[in-house]
């Protein structure tokens, strides 16, 4: 069986080894050729792509091996540091706003367009809203509204004015009655001959100065003998 073996720092080589036992053999004859130019006690040979020796000289019959170098190992934990990780990442909802569509685009990107685009018809709606209402409150302005009707409830103010009235009319009649009496004395004395000695001027200039009497409430002075002062 022909092996070929690929070392880091050197050209591959091809091998024949026998089909009984094909990784000691390899090991050997790559020990006595490149002798001590490979620290063959840190490093280890496997296949390529992933597998491993045994599986790439079962699965081809011109295996193509690989010489690795040993990595020395850390302080330990990292399994179960990333296992505490993983507990942590799974709690978290799956976000796809990293990934992109058939466009390239980003899809934070295309919500945030989105979100930005739903706030301004969001904001138009609520001026042409705002507009609206302020047309349906002119509206409601300009309209005839009915008058309202007051209902007056102060008595006392009532009994009060009634009584201003009734003191008035009062008054008035008193002092109309008095001047019915001087104009009865006026007619009385004109009736009456001329003393000699006097003017018929005097007495027609006073009967000149004499006002008209007009009676202020109707039915007042028709009968003025009868009240009383």
């Not at 490093?43 to 010489?67: D, F, K, M, N, Q």
């Not at 990293?98 to 001026?127: F, M, N, P, V, W």
């Not at 008595?155 to 009062?170: F, G, N």
Request: charge should be positive.
């Amino acid at each position: 069986m022909h092996v070929i073996l690929s070392i880091s720092g050197h050209k591959a080589l091809s091998f024949s080894v026998c089909d009984a036992q094909p990784l000691p053999d390899l090991l050997k004859q790559a020990e006595s050729q490149l002798g001590n130019t490979v620290n063959w006690n840190s490093s280890y040979i496997t296949g390529r792509y992933g597998l491993s020796a045994s599986e790439a000289i079962l699965t081809s019959e011109t295996p193509w091996l690989a010489v690795q170098r040993r990595v020395l190992g850390g302080k330990g934990g990292f399994g179960s540091t990333l296992r505490s990780q993983g507990s942590r990442m799974s709690n978290k909802p799956n976000s796809f706003d990293d990934c992109r569509d058939l466009y390239g685009r980003r899809l934070r990107t295309l919500k945030e367009a989105q979100s930005i685009t739903d706030k301004l018809k969001e904001e138009e709606k609520a001026k042409e809203e705002a507009a609206e209402r302020r047309r349906k409150k002119i509206a409601e302005g300009l309209q005839d509204r009915p008058a309202k009707k007051h209902r007056f409830d102060d008595t006392e103010y009532l009994k009060a004015c009634d009584e201003i009235v009734e003191s008035t009319k009062r008054t008035t009649k008193k002092a109309l009655r008095k001047k019915l009496g001087k104009a009865a004395s006026a007619e009385s004395d004109k009736s009456k001959p001329p003393q000699p000695g006097s003017s018929s001027s005097t007495t027609g200039t006073e009967s000149a100065n004499e006002a008209p009497l007009v009676p202020l409430f109707e039915g007042e002075l028709t009968d003025s003998s009868t009240d009383q002062d």
